[in-house]
């Protein structure tokens, strides 16, 4: 749907008035490579996607505010006054508690809107749908009623939204991905400092496919909780050789190799040796991107996906059929789960001339095996959040 026929839809909705309606964007994103280090002190490479979440919203002349979307069937009207009084336990709690960190960080919200939100980003499909609305509202707020508008400071604002009023403890990388992403470049963060630096995402002739397994991802909390815990562990012990390390991720490859056998348990050797070598194929991927070797970056991406089965074993049997069969299309250069495991998504770079032959073949093969239908999302990669002006 484009941006008319979005306006189109939210004058039959909310009506005809004298208020400019404006129109913002703010992207899905995907994690390139870099899993499970951001928590050991290691570096990531999201990119932003060039579909997302669209915020049509008008000014009203009263102060009720009123939420609509066109992919969920919850609507709400409440007053400026009491935002943030109470949870519904709905979409809405997304957008909600963005107005009361805006509020909290120093713009007031001085007037009601008429909101219509439009996603494309499947829900639960691990693309960041609730960052996405997050950073498109703060932006949009901001813009309106003339607070600062910092894609950095949005970013954390957002995630203080999904931690503190919606109740979900996730990092900063979704929201920063979305507010900061840059077209035909990934992000290379570290999440602790929020040091970061675009990085060249030139794939000429090659196409991201995400493929959604549509596995409901049941075991995530709790092996997310018992791999930090063995990071943990690790990182107790290894101080005690080199009482000056702070993460597992500041470790190179060859440092590790030396310090190894200190750990003893073969878990804990599996886990630390994931988390040094990803960091070190992030660093990798930088250079090869840089230099616009696709070939290597996508071996890179293969490594990644065989250390998260083998090494840190957060894959599972979907994810990994998804991605033979992906390998064995000719024009795929790598494929990987991408996420915190479990289920969720993998995403492949593959040669425009095979995306057809990818979507068909892997899709059917996929479903033979696992019993379950995936879903695959062509795409680019996009810009963060924007204001669209003029745009049809």
């Not at 894609?151 to 929201?175: F, P």
């Not at 400092?193 to 409901?216: A, Q, S, W």
């Not at 998260?308 to 033979?324: K, N, Q």
Request: charged residues 25%.
């Amino acid at each position: 749907m484009n941006v008319q026929q979005l306006k189109q839809q939210f004058t039959e909705k909310y009506g005809e008035n004298s208020a400019e309606i404006r129109v913002f964007n703010a992207p899905g994103r995907v994690n390139l490579i870099g899993e499970h280090i951001d928590y050991n002190g290691g570096y990531v490479l999201p990119a932003a996607l060039e579909f997302g979440t669209t915020l049509i919203i008008r000014e009203r002349q009263d102060d009720e505010i009123h939420f609509y979307s066109t992919n969920l069937s919850h609507e709400a009207v409440i007053k400026v006054e009491d935002i943030g009084k109470e949870k519904s336990g709905e979409w809405i709690d997304y957008p909600i508690g963005v107005m009361v960190e805006i509020i909290k960080a120093g713009t007031s919200i001085t007037k009601g809107y008429d909101l219509m939100f439009h996603g494309e980003i499947p829900n639960g499909a691990g693309l960041s749908s609730s960052a996405s609305i997050e950073v498109v509202t703060a932006y949009a707020l901001l813009t309106l009623e003339g607070g600062k508008v910092d894609t950095v400071e949005i970013s954390l604002l957002s995630q203080r939204a999904e931690n503190q009023y919606v109740g979900v403890n996730s990092g900063i990388m979704d929201q920063f991905a979305v507010a900061n992403g840059a077209e035909d470049h990934a992000i290379l963060l570290m999440c602790d400092t929020l040091e970061y630096k675009h990085v060249p995402f030139r794939t000429g002739d090659y196409k991201l496919i995400i493929g959604n397994t549509n596995k409901r991802r049941g075991l995530v909390d709790s092996a997310y909780n018992e791999r930090r815990q063995q990071c943990d562990q690790s990182l107790a012990i290894l101080k005690e050789q080199l009482p000056s390390l702070s993460y597992l991720a500041e470790l190179t490859p060859a440092q590790y190799s030396e310090l190894e056998s200190a750990l003893g348990d073969d878990i804990l050797k599996k886990r630390t040796k994931h988390v040094v070598e990803e960091n070190a194929r992030v660093l990798a991927s930088v250079d090869a991107l840089s230099s616009g070797d696709l070939q290597a970056f996508g071996e890179l991406m293969n490594a990644s996906h065989d250390s998260l089965r083998d090494l840190y074993e957060v894959s599972c049997e979907e994810l990994d059929v998804m991605v033979e069969e992906a390998r064995k299309i000719p024009g795929t250069l790598g494929s990987r789960m991408t996420g915190a495991g479990f289920g969720g998504c993998t995403v492949s770079l593959v040669h425009e001339n095979d995306v057809d032959r990818f979507v068909q073949e892997v899709g059917a093969a996929y479903k033979e095996r696992t019993g379950l239908t995936g879903d695959f999302y062509v795409c680019g990669v996009g810009d963060g959040v924007k204001e669209l002006k003029g745009e049809a």
